[in-house]
């Protein structure tokens, strides 16, 4: 998980940040502010000045913030002077929007606020439906308004065409003021207090937020239309209230909290994806009628308050330190302790001698602040430091505040994602589930007003000093200088901490496995031998590592040449492990039995190794089994469901008959043993060891395993290709949704929740470990994504819409083919080793479009879905989704922060010297912003950082060839070709779009040396024809297969794709690995296919692949042909 930040402000006003990553509270860059008050998310930061204005402060990143201006020119067809823009008196404007009922000229199209500047000119949208218009950007229609197309009909009367341009935010890494409206009436007043949240309410579009605030009048106001893509808003918006509010909070989800003056708490009603404001308040009582509240702060399902005998409390009431509720869980919403966050300032680590300035905070790493009748802290307060953070689920956590100061206190919620402002933090690993979430019931929820309060009745923290700690010296004298900018005074003595006022943890995503280092601290060691370890990079570490291990191992050849003349006392060693595991039986009824397996592995004279696994099985009372010579093993995959703990043994022989050996373990333990040691013995006998090779060829199934062969030279030769079925295929750690490789060694890869990963050169992870792992670059790897089942009905003369379904219809809940029945109490994870983190929510996203309610309408089952109802529509169906979260580890390291889509590395040409240039590298996010990744090379395979390439729509697929040819397709379905893209020009200069196949929406492509290879969303393979050097785009489309799920084009313009379904002997498979035959310079599309491995593969890269066939002594006899006959094109 990316490096996110926690927000404070000092009781001067200044604004400070501290990283999960850091140690130390680091100055806000634009510093010529006093804030009072800070409210935070991961990308921007909202916040009230001492002047009473409202700020917002939006991180700078790699993809700009970017909006479309639209606006259409229409005319009408005269018949004198033919189309002109004299239009008729009811006809629209000559310059209006798209419904024509707002007049828009471009010289009146203004920027809404300083904060932004246009990016380009006006121009001309040339895109229509996924096609190219002609020249002009025309359509034409009947009449005004009607359906329009880009051909000119002998009826068209009238005809329109759209302008475009973007604007783009400049105030990035800086306090923006928000801009209010020009007449003195409609300004609200001042504001006392702003609560930041809502970005992951339930069905809520991803970059949404809601900005609510408190005036000094105690009215509550709410910012329309703040969104990733107009981070600043449009306008604010008054809601009445029952009385006067003193104090606003709001969750990551649809709560919202306000405080009124009477001691009493209201709380807002009806938030949801179509009504963000809600719709009406209820009132809460506080806790004791003696004493009212005085702050409250939510989170996603639990809210806490601060009452005025001081109960609960965030902000030291003596010390002014941060402090974070540790132990809060799902089981626990209280929490178990308080601990101090005691980083010091980033100007400190400027100090002569500052061996000791972590200590500046007022007290030391590793200590706590209990309250009563609490326990010890747990084993993830140990004083380790982590190396480097891995990935994890966090919980929603909000930063406390002092009572008498404007406290803001802690509030958690169990299994969000991120933390929300006012909560508190937790780091246990199993604080980030929501799994111990009770389901929706049915009946009706109990009302907020109708829940208790639990009194936490907890001690104030007791303030310890610096001396106390460890035996650290007290700090010396330090010099003053630090970070801050000229004519800044520094407020604070060298040995003084700062007093913090304001804390904000809405930004703030802290790790569940891995603790930041803002609590603890080595004990026993010195000051100077702490700060020294410090400085120790994990790449020193590992160099040393390496030094040992190397002189270790020429020590062990030196004493082993003095016995070299001796002959082995033991020429044949056995080895043999036996079990109890269950076989899926080869005959019918096909059933799980009961078998005693037996892995016999012996070892020769030479010192090669070979094993044979034996399945001992009883039929009839007849005691029979089968062997397995592990030598022919092909591959060993989990077959992960959510009863079974099994793998499937493939060899050639039951590759091609798609029928595996299938076993099943009784533990997940027992499951891993098993497939750790067989993996081992199968790589010992092939003697495959170590990290892939650059020229591997990568894979992943549809549960997300990750799976490399070595490619063999007759891989791709023209004469005797090596069948696919026999390639081996080994597992690597971890867990992705598609990977991306190149044969310097670069892959990347990218999660079901969109996370880029980079391959760090190790092998193993996961079940793997011990022999079968390395011991380096392996780290924590975690995947997020989402369950769906579809709620159908048919409508009902009586009572309308109904789950009452005919006899012959589906179940009216099912899976999307309507097939199998699946409810929401029924529905597990995809595995056992996934765990629920979220509830059921309806996606709106589904294809074809929803309703306000998420519905989907059809004529009957199964039809063509849409969003709106027509009198024809007698069926309707919603989507339910579900998030689960699986926690692994492998030789992957996060790229952050963007998630990506799709990623594409250049393919290196055969002989090709690559080692003067940068690896190119390009990418969709998941907005569909096309980006390129600049500095990516062999030692740094992550790359530096991102560089924005400008589109007119949002893209899903891309790829680069080895001349630097890039192809995209867009969300549309149309495709579009970069120009002039070059080492010394990496983002090129201009968009060409391409024609798609007729009647096709294009979903991906993949470009290799001269070859482009496209796919249709109806599974068709289509080639690009007409590519030369002089004419790159090509000329047409031409039909190759059907049944393709994914392509991959490799730099030897070799074809694998991942076919849908695949008839073998014994069975049928889905997800099957095939490779185009024939495929030669002057034959570039094949004549075949030869099928692999299968079922259950999802994607495919043999873009690292550049391994040539040797030449046979026939061909080395022919005459050499022209280049331009035979030879690749080179663009």
């Known amino acids: 998980m990316p490096n996110s930040v926690l927000w404070a402000v000092d009781l001067f006003g200044r604004v400070y940040t501290l990283s999960t990553a850091g140690q130390y509270w680091e100055l806000c860059k634009d510093s010529q502010l006093e804030f009072k008050r800070v409210s935070a998310t991961t990308q921007c930061c909202w916040g009230i000045a001492c002047d009473n204005q409202v700020y917002v402060y939006v991180c700078a990143s790699d993809v700009p913030i970017r909006r479309r201006e639209e606006a259409y020119e229409n005319q009408r067809w005269n018949p004198v002077g033919g189309f002109c823009e004299k239009l008729l008196l009811s006809d629209r404007w000559a310059w209006s929007d798209v419904s024509g009922l707002q007049h828009r000229p471009l010289d009146g199209v203004a920027l809404p606020s300083p904060h932004w500047e246009w990016e380009s000119d006006w121009y001309v949208d040339e895109n229509f439906g996924g096609e190219p218009t002609e020249k002009g950007g025309w359509t034409y229609a009947i009449d005004f308004p009607a359906t329009y197309t880009k051909e000119k009909k002998w009826n068209s009367c009238v005809r329109r065409r759209k302008w475009i341009r973007y604007r783009r935010y400049k105030s990035r890494d800086i306090w923006a003021k928000i801009p209010s409206k020009d007449d003195p009436k409609e300004l609200p007043d001042p504001f006392s207090d702003l609560s930041v949240g809502g970005w992951e309410i339930t069905e809520e579009p991803v970059g949404r937020l809601s900005v609510w605030a408190v005036s000094l009048q105690g009215k509550v106001w709410y910012r329309e239309d703040v969104s990733h893509s107009n981070p600043e808003g449009s306008s604010w918006s008054l809601l009445d209230t029952p009385g006067e509010v003193v104090q606003i909070s709001c969750g990551p989800h649809d709560l919202l909290w306000a405080t009124l003056w009477e001691g009493q708490a209201l709380v807002r009603e009806g938030i949801n994806r179509s009504n963000p404001k809600g719709s009406s308040w209820s009132i809460v009582e506080p806790p004791g009628s003696d004493n009212g509240i005085m702050h409250v702060s939510v989170g996603v399902s639990v809210v806490w308050a601060v009452t005025k005998d001081w109960k609960v409390w965030g902000v030291g009431c003596e010390d002014r330190a941060v402090y974070f509720r540790q132990g809060v869980t799902p089981s626990e919403l209280s929490g178990k302790t308080w601990k101090a966050i005691v980083a010091a300032r980033e100007c400190d680590r400027s100090h002569s001698g500052s061996s000791s300035s972590l200590l500046s905070a007022g007290c030391f790493f590793g200590d706590e602040v209990r309250g009563s009748g609490e326990s010890a802290p747990s084993d993830t307060d140990a004083s380790s430091e982590v190396e480097r953070p891995g990935p994890g689920q966090t919980l929603p956590a909000e930063p406390l505040d002092d009572s008498k100061n404007a406290m803001e206190n802690s509030a958690s919620g169990p299994g969000a994602g991120r933390t929300t402002e006012d909560t508190v933090e937790d780091a246990c690993p199993a604080e980030g589930s929501r799994e111990a979430r009770p389901n929706t019931h049915p009946g009706p929820a109990p009302t907020p007003a109708e829940l208790p309060w639990t009194n936490i009745d907890l001690k104030e923290p007791k303030k310890v000093p610096s001396h106390s700690a460890a035996g650290f010296p007290e700090t010396t004298s330090l010099s003053s200088l630090g970070l801050f900018p000229l004519g800044l005074e520094e407020p604070y003595g060298v040995d003084d901490h700062p007093l913090w006022a304001w804390v904000s943890g809405g930004g703030c995503m802290v790790e569940a496995c891995a603790v930041p280092r803002w609590f603890t601290v080595q004990a026993g060691l010195s000051s100077s031998v702490h700060m020294l370890s410090l400085s120790i990079t994990p790449a020193q570490t590992a160099a040393w590592r390496k030094q040992i291990f190397q002189q270790l191992t020429e020590r062990t050849k030196r004493e082993l040449e003095n016995f070299r003349h001796y002959e082995q006392a033991v020429e044949q060693s056995v080895w043999v492990k036996t079990g109890a595991l269950q076989w899926w039986c080869d005959w019918k009824p096909h059933k799980w039995v009961d078998v005693r397996v037996a892995l016999e592995q012996f070892t020769g004279h030479d010192g090669a190794r070979d094993s044979i696994l034996f399945i001992y099985y009883v039929v009839h009372e007849e005691k029979k089994y089968i062997h397995i010579f592990l030598n022919e093993v092909v591959a060993l995959v989990p077959v992960l469901n959510e009863t079974k703990h099994s793998f499937a043994l493939y060899t050639p022989e039951r590759t091609r008959q798609r029928w595996p050996v299938r076993l099943a373990a009784a533990t997940e333990q027992d499951m891993n043993d098993w497939l750790a040691l067989l993996s081992l013995s199968c790589c010992e006998s092939r003697k495959v060891q170590g990290r892939p090779s650059p020229q591997a060829i990568w894979s992943i199934t549809c549960k997300g395993d990750i799976f490399v062969s070595e490619p063999s030279p007759d891989l791709e030769a023209h004469e005797h290709p090596l069948p696919c079925d026999q390639m081996f295929w080994r597992q690597m750690g971890g867990h992705l949704r598609m990977v991306e490789a190149n044969s310097r060694g670069v892959v990347w890869g990218i999660g079901y929740d969109h ?323 024939g495929v030669q310079p002057h034959e570039p599309k094949g004549h075949g296919w030869d099928y692999g491995i299968g079922g259950g593969w999802d994607h495919i890269s043999v873009r690292a692949n550049a391994t040539r066939a040797p030449r046979s002594s026939s061909q080395e006899q022919e005459p050499s042909a022209p280049p331009e006959a035979h030879g690749p094109v080179c663009c």
Request: charge should be neutral.
């Open 755 to 1077: 996370t880029a990963w980079v391959y760090t050169g190790g092998y193993g992870g996961g079940c793997f470990q011990g022999l079968a792992s390395s011991t380096s670059n392996i780290y924590m790897q975690s995947d997020v994504k989402c369950v769906h089942i579809y709620e159908n009905q048919r409508w009902n003369p009586v009572t309308g819409y109904t789950s009452r379904g005919l006899p012959t219809d589906r179940y009216m809940w099912s899976d999307a083919s309507g097939l199998q029945e699946c409810t929401k109490a029924g529905t597990k994870p995809p595995s056992l080793q996934w765990a629920w983190v979220s509830d059921w929510f309806v996606d709106f996203s589904v294809p074809g479009g929803t309703d306000q309610e998420g519905w989907q309408y059809a004529s009957d089952f199964p039809a063509s879905y849409h969003g709106s109802k027509t009198m024809k529509d007698f069926v309707r169906r919603r989507c339910w989704a579900r998030k689960c979260k699986l926690v692994t580890s492998g030789p992957w390291l996060e790229v952050p922060p963007i998630a990506l889509r799709d990623v594409s590395i250049i393919p290196e040409s055969p002989g090709a010297e690559g080692s003067g240039h940068s690896i190119a590298l390009w990418a969709v996010s998941d907005k569909g912003d096309v980006l390129c990744r600049l500095g990516v090379s062999e030692l740094n395979p992550a790359g530096s950082s991102w560089l924005h390439v400008g589109t007119d729509q949002p893209f899903t697929s891309i790829s680069i060839g080895a001349c630097y040819q890039v192809w995209a397709v867009a969300r549309d379905g149309s495709t579009f070709y970069r120009g002039s893209v070059y080492p010394s020009q990496p983002a090129g200069d201009c968009w060409y779009h391409i024609p798609s196949p007729p009647r096709q929406r294009l979903k991906q492509v993949s470009v290799g040396q001269t070859s482009v290879y496209a796919l249709d969303e109806n599974g068709n393979l289509w080639y690009r024809q007409g590519i030369t050097p002089s004419y790159p785009q090509g000329s047409s489309w031409e039909h190759v297969s059907n049944n393709v799920c994914r392509v991959s084009v490799g730099p030897l313009d070799q074809v694998w794709v991942i076919a849908d379904k695949v008839q073998g002997s014994h069975s049928l498979s889905r997800g099957t690995v095939c490779h185009r035959t």
